[in-house]
């Protein structure tokens, strides 16, 4: 199985503010990897697919980048509306289809 | 637009079983694989099962593995997670969520529904 970990478990940043967030696969996933933003009371949605490619209707604001075993999700400019939490997943090796523990963006 | 509505949740007793349903429109529902995940009250994301578009393939994770069934109708648009001797740890938001590359595995999840919570308690 492998285990994805993000890091950090939270990320405190003010409105206009970049915000990087890291995840690490056990092994390569080659770039089968995507991130999904989850705010309170709301399902999971998908941002980037293929570690790089914003989903349909996805702001420009939201890059991902990475390959391997190393991933990064930067928000640039943060909106009100980007405070939430992220999670990585893989979908190389399955099953299972793993995800990681979530990086929350709060309010500095 | 891309639907998926999840119903069945409730309160059941350890030992117990519920039928959860996810009824799907906006899209050939007979194209797509789907996947169950579940999310524990403030925990994260965890993958439950998944189903190839034609029901030929079914995986779980393994804490489920002899205790949860998923299937597919799809005359009815319609998936389903039957879930037998539930156990307090099951306690959860379930999800499901269509795969973005109609027969594949090795795809993202790119819709999800709004959730059924599930709550195994004495």
């Known amino acids: 199985e492998i285990v994805m970990t993000q890091s950090p478990a939270t990320l405190s940043v003010s409105p206009g503010e970049s915000a990087t967030l890291s995840c690490r696969a056990s092994?390569?996933?080659?770039?089968?990897l995507a991130w999904y933003q989850q705010k309170p009371g709301q399902a999971p949605r998908l941002l980037i697919y293929?570690?790089?490619t914003r989903a349909t209707g996805i702001p420009a604001r939201f890059s991902g980048s990475g390959s391997g075993t190393e991933f990064t999700l930067t928000i640039s400019s943060l909106q009100s509306e980007d405070f939430a939490v992220y999670y990585c997943?893989?979908?190389?090796?399955?099953?299972?289809?793993?995800f990681g523990q979530g990086t929350k963006v709060d309010l500095k | 637009q891309v639907q998926l509505v999840e119903s069945g949740g409730g309160v059941v007793q350890p030992g117990g079983s519920l039928r959860l349903s996810c009824a799907a429109s906006?899209?050939?529902?007979?194209?797509?694989?789907i996947h169950w995940v579940r999310q524990a009250p403030g925990k994260g994301l965890e993958w439950v099962a998944f189903?190839?578009?034609?029901?030929?393939?079914?995986y779980y994770t393994d804490s489920v593995k002899g205790r949860f069934t998923i299937s597919r109708d799809n005359s009815k648009n319609t998936l389903y997670l039957q879930m037998n001797s539930l156990r307090v740890e099951d306690t959860a938001v379930y999800y499901c969520?269509?795969?973005?590359?109609?027969?594949?595995?090795?795809?993202?999840?790119?819709?999800w529904g709004q959730g059924t919570l599930v709550t195994v308690s004495s």
């Open positions: 969520a269509k795969v973005s590359l109609h027969s594949s595995g090795s795809s993202p999840f790119d819709y």
């Open positions: 906006g899209f050939t529902f007979s194209s797509y694989g």
């Open positions: 189903i190839r578009y034609d029901g030929s393939d079914k």
């Open positions: 092994q390569s996933v080659s770039s089968n």
């Open positions: 293929g570690a790089s």
């Open positions: 997943q893989q979908y190389y090796n399955w099953p299972p289809w793993t």
